[in-house]
Structure formats: C-alpha cells, structure tokens
C-alpha cells in the first residue's frame, strides 16, 4: 500500500514563526503536492513538485514555499506565520502520468492541523 | 480557481437508502475522480473515469460522466453508517499536466 505519512497531525504556532510541515511517500512517486483545505473552500492547490528540485506554484502560493532535496520527502514552508494561514494541510503523491493512460490518481497523507496564534 | 463544485453541499439519509451526489465542472477535461474523506482525516481515491468513459462500477459506488453537460454523478447504493464522510471530485486535465482541481465537497450523513 502507498503510503504518505506528514509530521505531525496537530502543530500549533505563534504569528511570525516559521513552520515547517514534512511529508514523506514511501512509493517511489514523481508527483507530490501540498494542499489547504479551508471549510466551504475545498482544497486549494499551494506548491507540487513533479521532480527533484523542481516545483510550481499552486493556485495559493503566496507566503509559502517549499523544498523537495530527495525524491520521497516534500517539505512546505511557512516563513513567517500568520494567523489566516492556521488551516488543515494535506500532502499527496501521485506517480507519473504514463503517456495513454488517465493515471494520475492522488494519495493523500493524513493532513496537519496547523493552528497559528 | 474551483473547477468543480459538488451538489448538495450535504446530504442526510437513512441507512439503507442510496445516496446521489453530483459534480459540475467548466472546462475540458481528461478523467475526472472522487475521494472520500472522513472527518479530521486525509482523502481516499475511490473512482476514476476517463473522458471516453460514461459510467463506471466498483463495489457500491456507480460513477457517471456526462462531458456534453459537464457534470458527474457518483451513487452510492444501500448506505451504511461507514459512508458517513465528505465526498468531493477532482478533475484532471491533459497527460503531463500532474495536478487535479478538486471542488468544494458534499457531506453525506447515513442515519442508523
């Protein structure tokens, strides 16, 4: 089974402090994302990575940003806090898109719940 | 911007009953996805449909795809207090575009 596992399920921050959120997917996938999920908002796409080193902002990317250093592990980054980004934060990983194939099919982690002070 | 948007926002039933919730997006698409999620928790893929595709079984969920009117629907048969969840769909576009645009959920609560 794929699994995605993030750092923490519950992280609660101060205004101004910078916050990492770790994810880790332990099935060898290209693709990985980071979501918010706000009440009557869905989820709002913030950064994916679809390699190593490589990334592309989201429909929210601002006052985030991200890091992806190895291949299973996809880092968000809050640099300085604020009190509306306290919100649920999920990860997920998806392989590649194999070229005649509709393959690109989500694993999600078990999301954080990031409260900010 | 939320591409596709789940109608009703929430539905209540009594265990047993089937359960229909809907999903209407804008643009073109090249499958289209519903996930699961119970309360506090991450999403769980259930279904995928491509666009060639105008329905789909897996178990007690039946999926349909109408790309002329834009929409899907997503049944799910002889309810259990287990499906209590949100259920949102997720469309995705051309092959190597990675991303899914998900829409804003229904709640479905199964009454014992």
Request: charged residues 25%.
């Amino acid at each position: 089974d794929v699994k995605v596992t993030q750092s923490s399920r519950y992280l609660v921050k101060r205004t101004g402090e910078k916050v990492f959120l770790e994810c880790v997917q332990d099935m060898d996938h290209e693709n990985m994302f980071w979501y918010r999920q706000d009440p009557g908002l869905g989820l709002r796409l913030i950064y994916f990575s679809y390699d190593v080193k490589m990334k592309e902002k989201g429909d929210i990317p601002e006052g985030y940003s991200v890091s992806r250093e190895k291949k299973e592990r996809f880092s968000l980054i809050l640099e300085s806090a604020s009190t509306n980004q306290t919100s649920m934060y999920l990860c997920a990983s998806s392989p590649l898109t194999i070229s005649g194939r509709a393959y690109n099919e989500q694993f999600f982690g078990p999301g954080t719940r990031l409260t900010v002070l | 911007s939320q591409q596709g948007e789940e109608d009703p926002q929430a539905l209540s039933i009594q265990e047993g009953e089937n359960a229909t919730m809907n999903c209407s997006y804008k643009t073109s698409i090249n499958n289209l996805q519903w996930y699961r999620q119970n309360s506090g928790r991450g999403l769980v893929h259930l279904i995928l449909i491509r666009s060639n595709e105008r329905e789909k079984h897996s178990g007690r969920l039946r999926v349909t795809l109408d790309t002329s009117k834009k929409s899907s629907s997503l049944l799910i048969t002889a309810s259990r207090a287990a499906d209590t969840a949100s259920y949102f769909c997720a469309t995705g576009f051309n092959f190597g575009n990675e991303k899914l645009t998900f829409g804003t959920g229904t709640r479905l609560t199964i009454i014992p």
